[in-house]
């Protein structure tokens, strides 16, 4: 009987500590993501922080692990508000760029968060985060009479980390940019997708 409180209260400090570790990244960035930030954060002493996870690494990937979940369920909330498949993968592009242009340090927070994962080599994190991207958008384009849903969802993929840092520095209209996105699809088409 004691044991699942036992872990229940152990998962609820992790929780808790994962939790503060998402504000720290989004206010401050990877760098500033230490066990004593996140303490200062959170309700939880640093000596906690250190009790309940092995490393400061293991909370930034819980974090942002989490941080991507949300980003990929409010993706699929905005297309799922469309009906034409078109408008869903617009709808979902669009959600995804103004997210990055309402929150533009998150953009560079995950370019270092990808990179401190490479050199620590645990790139199998960033995988995972981006898996969950290319299936969002392998679901969305599989509506549409793509060839090849899955690598038009990589090249997308693929233009829409480009384009966040692009609209960091020299930002595209929201014509420009859905000219881009059609031309993409038009490329993986039979006969052609026009969004």
């Known amino acids: 009987m004691t044991r699942p ?11 808790q500590i994962i939790d503060a570790a998402k504000q720290v990244l989004a206010r401050d960035g990877l760098a500033a993501c230490t066990a004593r930030a996140v303490a200062e954060a959170g309700p939880l002493s640093k000596s906690a922080v250190h009790y309940y ?19 990929v369920t409010s993706l699929r909330r905005a297309a799922a508000a469309e ?20 929150q533009p340090n998150a953009a560079y ?54 384009t966040i840092v692009q609209q960091q520095l020299q930002p595209a209209t929201p014509k420009a940019l859905r000219q881009q996105l059609n031309s993409i699809l038009r490329g993986g ?6 969004l």
């Open 53 to 71: 996870f092995d490393d400061i690494h293991q909370i930034v990937d819980l974090a942002m692990r989490e941080h991507v979940t949300a980003t």
């Open 83 to 102: 009906s034409d498949p078109a408008d869903k993968l617009w709808a979902a592009v669009s959600a995804y760029l103004a997210t990055f242009a309402e």
């Open 5 to 15: 409180v036992i872990e229940a209260n152990r998962r609820g400090k992790r929780e």
């Open 109 to 162: 927070l995950w370019f270092e968060y990808w990179i401190d994962a490479g050199r620590r080599r645990s790139s199998d994190t960033v995988a995972d985060t981006l898996n969950d991207m290319d299936t969002l958008l392998c679901d969305l384009t599989a509506e549409l009479r793509v060839n090849d849903p899955a690598a038009t969802a990589r090249t997308l993929l693929s233009w829409l980390l480009g």
């Open 189 to 194: 088409t039979q006969p052609e997708v026009t």
